[in-house]
């Protein structure tokens, strides 16, 4: 199975959709700014995809603040948030992860440690949520579309 997004080893691992369906190339993100290059440059595309990345993405930025308290931490995550935001500011999908990654973190009484999991935690959510609905989609499309049938996809 060819995955467009894939959480490994705290990095982001997204497919290149700028270079199908000629050639499977993946970008590996080891920074937060890498995932926001990836976005802004049409790395990802896909609304759903957008959505995934950027909540990757703000997980992988989360992981390395070092902050007194959740005050501070809020504040130094709304920046990076911020940033996911300005590449790509219509993007439906990545504003409600924005938004669902804010609450999270504006909602837990944990420590900072445990902010930042629960963070990881909702984002890899997110990602495993989407895997399964297309699964969903795929099981229903089974029932209606006939063998060797031939379908090209653009966007959910």
């Known amino acids: 199975m060819i995955r467009s ?4 080893d705290n990095s982001v691992i997204i497919l290149d959709q700028r ?3 000629g050639e499977v190339c993946y970008i590996e993100c080891f920074e937060y700014k890498d995932v ?3 976005i802004s440059k049409m790395n990802v595309r896909g609304a759903p995809a957008i959505g995934i990345a950027a909540a990757l993405g703000i997980a992988l930025g989360v992981k390395n603040l070092i902050c007194r308290d959740h ?4 504040q130094q995550m709304d920046t990076i948030c911020d940033e ?3 590449a790509r500011p219509t993007a ?3 504003v409600w992860a924005i938004d669902k990654l804010k609450k999270v973190a504006k909602n837990h009484l944990g420590d900072i440690e445990e902010i930042k999991g629960a ?3 909702e984002a890899l959510k997110i990602l495993e949520s989407d895997i399964e609905i297309n699964r969903t989609l795929g099981k229903y499309g089974q029932k209606v579309v006939p063998d ?3 379908i090209l996809t653009h966007c959910n």
């Open 148 to 150: 060797k049938a031939v």
């Open 71 to 74: 005050v501070s931490f809020c």
């Open 92 to 94: 439906v999908n990545l």
């Open 84 to 86: 996911f935001f300005l």
């Open 5 to 8: 997004i894939e959480w490994e």
């Open 119 to 121: 963070i990881t935690s």
């Open 36 to 38: 926001i290059s990836a």
């Open 19 to 21: 270079r199908l369906p």
